[in-house]
């Protein structure tokens, strides 16, 4: 038997994904020694290895996100200056947008968010101060009492089994994996509306009930060529495909017609992988993380998209709380999805000008680091979520449920205020099609605060979230998942475990005790994380 080495850090961060590499910067920046696990060989989650642009609010530009979000926003652009051959009105453009998708205000490329995130860490990597096991999953927690011990690790190339024990851990991972392993009180999929009197929610809860996930594909177009992929093994059935969700899909799934969740109806987007225009609303330039005229080259090849889009959303089942051999069996159904879309857009999808595909769109497995063009892990829209101390509801966020709550008209009505907030985020409550035959919510909500209450679990005294996995419902997590909330909550967990070794307390005494709580939000200004708002207008 391999014997399993043994590692002890001032805090443990499981999780090396959008949140888990912001709070373990925060960590850092405070004086701790940290280890951060990630299940792949990249960092960066949701912005780098699912492959997703960022998705902001419309003020981003200005306001609304920590420094440290700013920071790595500002440092993206900086690198396509410093080393890409940017056109000079590009180069100079304060707001590069290097892709120029119309998703976000910055569409990059996975590798470009995957160097920065690096140099962010490369210091405290150099120094020891900073342990980052990649390619590693956990295996165990060791729990005593409320309090988790230590984490077991197995490495997924290897096989070798390693300890990680610290005063605190965080769980940052994709789907909230340590939570079933220690024991701590999780909710999954939707609650019932007598539970959290949401507008919005159903009156039975279903825990099966999940956004579906995203295996997002990279994409360039090579007019004249053929680079079409063997047809995927379970392309007949994806081609064929009538979705059963209620409200009703408006027919094929791969077809160009799609259920637009905002207004209730089908809509249809064209798609033209030759397009040009940025203001064009075409899936093609949607999520575009390469526009080639923004280049100087001589050959400058050809734009890149990313395809993240209602016809490869995979809703057929989930991933959580299953036996392994099915969670596999989804996961696989998720990649054949995106293959038989790519397939289908290369042969038979059908065009403006009456012909079938598009030949020359190619995987471009070299922008995403792996072999068959699809990302290196799946896009988790909806994490398993702590049942904790104070959970934000759409009652706390909704545009329509406030105005209903509060009495208040539109353009007076703010979202609930919260004494112990650690941060600030804003998105429309945007929910996918989910696992239980539910169909897409897209409604307006509020700029919002992040109560700490959401970051403590009900009784694990070590255990907090730093990611997707704090005190949300299936409804609001529709505005917590985007980029810089998650990055956010990752800060504030790993500003709240720093203080807590400092202050020698437990984090609920954080909330609990006024003199400790306004400390504590005095480390997070100091860090440059904003804890309310401006007088702003509903998303």
């Known amino acids: 038997m391999t014997q399993t080495s043994a590692h002890r850090f001032d805090l443990v961060i499981a999780g090396g994904g959008t949140g888990g590499v912001a ?3 925060a960590a850092l920046a405070a004086g701790l020694r940290v280890a951060l696990t990630e299940e792949t060989d990249w960092i960066g989650g949701q912005l780098t290895q699912q492959a997703v642009p960022p998705d902001e609010h419309r003020w981003i530009e200005s306001f ?56 962010f860490l490369a210091p405290y990597e150099a120094s020891g101060q900073l342990r980052v096991f990649l390619r590693s999953k956990v295996e165990a927690v060791d729990v005593q009492g409320d309090r988790v011990r230590a984490i077991t690790m197995r490495h997924l190339v290897d096989g070798h089994r390693f300890e990680l024990t610290a005063p605190f851990f965080l769980d940052a991972t994709e789907c909230g994996d340590l939570l079933p392993l220690a024991g701590a009180e999780y909710v999954t999929g939707t609650e019932s509306r007598s539970e959290t009197h949401e507008p919005h929610a159903p009156e039975a809860a279903d825990p099966a009930n ?24 379970d392309y007949a059935f994806w081609r064929d ?84 051999d099915e969670a596999r069996r989804h996961l696989e159904g998720a990649r054949q999805l995106s293959l038989s879309l790519v397939h289908w857009l290369q042969t038979e999808a059908p065009r403006a000008d009456g012909g079938q595909g598009w030949p020359g769109l190619r995987l471009r497995g070299d922008v995403v680091g792996t072999t068959d063009g699809l990302a290196k892990y799946p896009y988790i829209r909806e994490s398993r979520r702590i049942r904790a101390e104070f959970t934000v509801t759409e009652n706390h966020v909704g545009l329509e449920a406030r105005m209903a709550e509060t ?93 807590c070794l400092r202050a020698g307390c437990p984090p609920r005494a954080v909330r609990t005790k006024p003199e400790l709580l306004r400390a504590y939000q005095a480390d997070l200004e100091n860090y440059g994380i904003p804890l309310a708002w401006p007088r702003i207008t509903p998303v």
């Not at 999940?210 to 047809?231: F, K, N, V």
């Open 23 to 25: 709070a373990a910067l």
């Open 64 to 119: 609304g996100c920590t420094r440290g979000y700013r920071r790595f926003r500002n440092e993206v652009r900086t690198y396509y200056r410093r080393h890409y051959p940017l056109k000079l009105t590009r180069r100079s453009d304060p707001h590069l947008n290097p892709g120029m998708g119309w998703v976000s205000r910055l569409c990059f490329e996975p590798r470009v968010g995957l160097a920065v995130l690096e140099a």
């Open 210 to 233: 999940m956004q579906g996930i995203t295996w997002c594909p990279a994409l360039d177009y090579r007019a004249g060529e053929d680079h079409t992929i063997e047809r995927p093994t």
């Open 241 to 324: 495909h009538l979705p059963r969700l209620d409200p009703p899909w408006p027919g094929k799934l791969l077809a160009w017609d799609y259920f637009d969740a905002a207004s209730g109806l089908p809509r249809s987007l064209p798609f033209d992988p030759s397009a040009n225009d940025p203001h064009s609303l075409d899936l093609w330039t949607y999520r575009r993380v390469r526009q080639a005229a923004s280049f100087e080259l001589p050959d400058p090849g050809g734009d890149i998209s990313l395809i993240n889009w209602p016809q490869n959303d995979y809703f057929l089942g989930n991933i959580f709380d299953l036996p392994e």
């Open 407 to 499: 009495g208040q008209p539109r353009d007076t009505v703010t979202a609930a205020t919260f004494a112990d907030s650690v941060g600030i985020g804003c998105y429309r409550i945007d929910l996918h099609p989910a696992t239980g035959g539910v169909n897409g919510v897209d409604i307006a909500s509020l700029p919002f605060q992040i109560p700490l209450g959401a970051l403590l679990p009900l009784r694990m005294e070590n255990l907090l979230p730093a990611a997707k996995n704090l005190g949300v419902t299936h409804i609001t997590n529709g505005c917590f998942r985007l980029h810089p909330v998650e990055w956010n909550i990752g800060e504030a967990a790993g500003l709240l475990a720093a203080f």
